[in-house]
Nanobody
């Protein structure tokens, strides 16, 4: 499967952005989808994940209450709505797909990765 992330950009603190990740392949609905991010000089970290039905979502503590992950299986797309952005949210955001029924926060558990989209939050 191929993943194409988009929607990044420059935003002021307190603002919002919505990231999208379009996936190829006919079995998108069977993948757990996740978002990770990597800030300069830091390791890639888990942000959010959603099960294939979209019924269960998981978030890191740092984004819980501000970010919302969702998916549209008819469009083969997963979204990350980011509200109340902070300068520490600045990073390259990656979408990832996991061929499994259960979500996971470990990046090593994901099988496919998109190219990343840069989000910059100014103070």
């Amino acid at each position: 499967v191929q993943l194409q992330a988009s929607g990044g950009g420059l935003v002021q603190a307190g603002g919002s952005l919505r990231l999208s990740c379009a996936a190829s392949g006919r079995t998108f609905g069977s993948y757990v989808m996740g978002w990770f991010r990597q800030a300069p000089g830091k390791e890639r970290e888990f942000v959010a994940a959603i099960t294939w039905t979209g019924s269960i979502a998981y978030y890191s503590d740092s984004v819980k209450g501000r970010f919302t992950i969702s998916r549209d299986n008819a469009k083969n797309t997963v979204y990350l709505q980011m509200n109340t952005l902070k300068p520490e949210d600045t990073a390259v955001y990656y979408c990832a797909a996991r061929v499994a029924a259960l979500a996971n926060v470990e990046r090593s558990r994901y099988d496919y990765w998109g190219q990343g989209t840069l989000v910059t939050v100014s103070s």
